[in-house]
């Protein structure tokens, strides 16, 4: 697993267009960020799109600089020889609309103002984010998806990707994903969202960009953080240690765990802009794939490529029960679905923290695809 | 269940002590409220001692007035008749040190600056509580409990009691409860504090009580709000069912869990005071059985009576294996002990919600104690 794609660019695909939401509004013109990995072949059949989750973005693999300290952020599971093996595939990843990371979202300018959108920015639902995307690969020439792969969000917007585009979507891997966001992760979102809204430096979105709402968003991504993880990893790497600086008895005295939350979600605010994330919990809370259509059988019926999708026994955000509803339903439509309950003690982020335990099921599956 | 003990005034017993606390400091004078339900026999020997979680009070049962709209927070259990029958038993709830419903707590005054204690208030553990409800019945000349009986914070109280007085304790119920608070707990303890503390209206604990910092322990409320529910028991009530006020694609629409949450701990701002929400908090997260043992072996080999032990299913913030951990010791060191792991759908709050579907246990067993 140390072979990588080595330094890597984002590029940026510039779209004058106005691409119609499902709310309704139009959102354009666009950008949207994006890396690939390996080498598109002759007939262009060798492309995997790698979907990113909530606060990800489109560096999946290797580094874009030499001194970066980390590679992308699945850099396992994307390389020479790895799973998603860019001597074979031609690996694409983009960041979605609404994200800050060089697509279109809440902080780019919004052209007709000359000032950034901040809340004019219209609410976009994870279908957005894949018709966007399709712009990409109608500018790239490209009409055959070998698979769509991603977890969590990614997962959500593999799926999409299969019902709205089924003549191009030869599979897709769903992981860790959701048929529809349940009202526990919408309340988890809830406590961001006030977390955010109560910070007097959010300003009802207009902060500037130099002086985000800290506070509100570092809480904010506290209580993401916490529904990543699961209690069993906390115990493996905290356990109810006290934080040697602090005196037990002293009021403001931190568990290691704490610290640990604190430190992590102040990290946060320099690298993920607050009114972004807003925008896309809000994605992920509007999330399900019943959507516009009458129920999530006639939704999935959509469905034509054979999907292959992983839940984890750990993972109490997106529960493996909420998996086995969507494919419990495509096993009824006869589809050809396959499940795999990972057994992983990291929750949510386990997709990202043990993919060794299943890629090699994913090589299997592709292996097989015609 | 619908026989009341009808109106019950709350006592507040004042004790000119100097309490020696764990963390070596003094507390003293000490106010406990309390409540009392039923007749104390000749021999003193039908007393239970009910006792409650973090934001509960000494209002058990009964109402304070007619015009009450609810009756106390463990109606259900207690009254003539019911499982803790005050035709039999003499029952009594004493409202914690550290809180803020009549016993001594950090908006106390302190009387030797007039002023209230704010932070300057020690850092209480679960074990100080018990020592000063023993106070309490010193004085009212009772020297043995029929059973201690409490859910989540209140089982651990019972669980302190079995230790510390192991003569005078002649069983405990512990629903709920944990051996030592988890690290996910205490993480979204720590989610709740930093939403206090990032309030500017908080001042490091110097607000006016009549201006607290509402946004900050809404918030937190609503952290713990949501610990307490389970997935299920949400789908149940709210579903993803969307506020028909809102539009869906509203930047500030809600579902109607989070306008729910929000409603919540809104009206908790009125009935608690923040420094003791925070002063708890922290006894919750200090709470480890085996405190000052040298094991949790150590700690329960002083547990001499019978107990009774109750998880429920749903509950994922003292999940059943956080109790099924103490119960093992316990096997382990022969000590009488009962477990029952109650399937029900509403999370940590089911002792509240659900009593029927453990009280037969609870009499089955009160029965058997000589």
Chains 1, 2 share one sequence.
Not at 10 to 20: P, R
């Amino acid at each position: 697993m140390s072979a990588s794609v080595g330094i890597v660019t984002t590029e940026y695909a510039k779209f004058d267009v106005e691409l119609q939401l499902e709310s309704g509004r139009l959102l354009g013109p666009l950008t949207l960020a994006y890396e690939t990995y390996g080498t598109l072949n002759s007939d262009r059949s060798n492309v995997i799109l790698v979907t990113h989750a909530w606060t990800g973005d489109a560096h999946a693999a290797g580094k874009n600089t030499p001194e970066d300290r980390k590679p992308g952020w699945w850099d396992d599971m994307i390389g020479p020889g790895k799973v998603l093996d860019t001597d074979r595939y031609f690996v694409l990843c983009s960041n979605v609309i609404g994200s800050c990371k060089g697509s279109t979202g809440p902080a780019s300018l919004n052209p007709r103002t000359g000032k950034s959108y901040n809340l004019s920015f219209p609410v976009v639902m994870v279908r957005d984010m894949v018709r966007a995307q399709k712009l990409l690969f109608d500018r790239l020439g490209i009409d055959s998806l070998v698979t769509v792969i991603g977890g969590s969000m990614g997962a959500m917007q593999a799926v999409e990707w299969g019902l709205l585009y089924p003549d191009m979507v030869r599979s897709v891997i769903p992981i860790a994903g959701t048929g529809r966001t349940s009202p526990m992760a919408i309340a988890l979102n809830a406590l961001a969202r006030q977390a955010i809204f109560s910070d007097p430096m959010w300003k009802k979105g207009n902060y500037k960009p130099e002086h985000p709402p800290a506070d509100g968003l570092a809480l904010a991504r506290a209580v993401g953080h916490i529904s990543f993880l699961s209690d069993t990893s906390m115990h493996l790497k905290f356990g109810r240690r006290f934080s040697a600086r602090d005196g037990m008895f002293d009021f403001f005295g931190q568990f290691e765990i704490e610290r640990y939350l604190a430190y992590n979600g102040a990290s946060f605010v320099d690298r993920f802009d607050t009114n972004s994330f807003l925008y896309l919990a809000k994605a992920l809370d509007l999330y399900d794939v019943s959507w516009n259509f009458d129920s999530m059988e006639e939704a999935l019926d959509n469905l034509q490529c054979p999907s292959l999708w992983f839940a984890f026994t750990s993972d109490w955000l997106y529960a493996p029960s909420q998996t086995e509803e969507v494919v419990k339903v495509l096993q009824k439509l006869d589809k050809p679905v396959a499940y795999h309950l990972i057994d992983s003690d990291y929750g949510h982020d386990s997709f990202l923290v043990e993919p060794d335990k299943f890629t090699p099921l994913i090589v299997e599956f592709l292996d097989k695809l015609k």
